[in-house]
Nanobody, 121 residues
């Protein structure tokens, strides 16, 4: 497992942008799939986006596709989520997650502490 620390959350008006970052400890960061999830008040945790360890392929939830971009810097052990055209419904605690890339699609098993994103209307 890796230790993950998120940063970059905050308060923004609808239509604005934020960039979340997640710093990972340990070696072999490039061997891990990385993802962002979020949890809104009173709701369960939902998938937002992921970037695979090999070839850097990306996946997005329908609700954020075209507005959010996930990218990674393997030299700095960082994965980021650029969020544009934010909507009030994007308000949530955002979590960074990791899993070993060769785990055959197992559940993400390393989690950060979360960072709050609040979008005002």
């Amino acid at each position: 497992q890796v230790r993950l620390v998120e940063s970059g959350g905050g308060l923004v008006q609808a239509g604005g942008s934020l960039r979340l970052s997640c710093a990972a400890s340990g070696r072999s960061f490039s061997s891990y799939d990385m993802a962002w999830f979020r949890q809104a008040p009173g709701k369960g945790r939902e998938f937002v986006s992921e970037i695979k360890w090999s070839a850097g392929s990306t996946t997005y939830a329908d609700s954020v596709r075209g507005r959010f971009t996930i990218f990674r810097d393997n030299a700095k052990n960082i994965v980021s989520l650029q969020m544009n055209s934010l909507k009030p419904e994007d308000t949530a605690v955002y979590y960074c997650a990791a899993r070993y890339g060769r785990s055959g699609g197992a559940a993400y098993n390393s989690w950060g502490q979360g960072t709050q994103v609040t979008v005002s209307s």
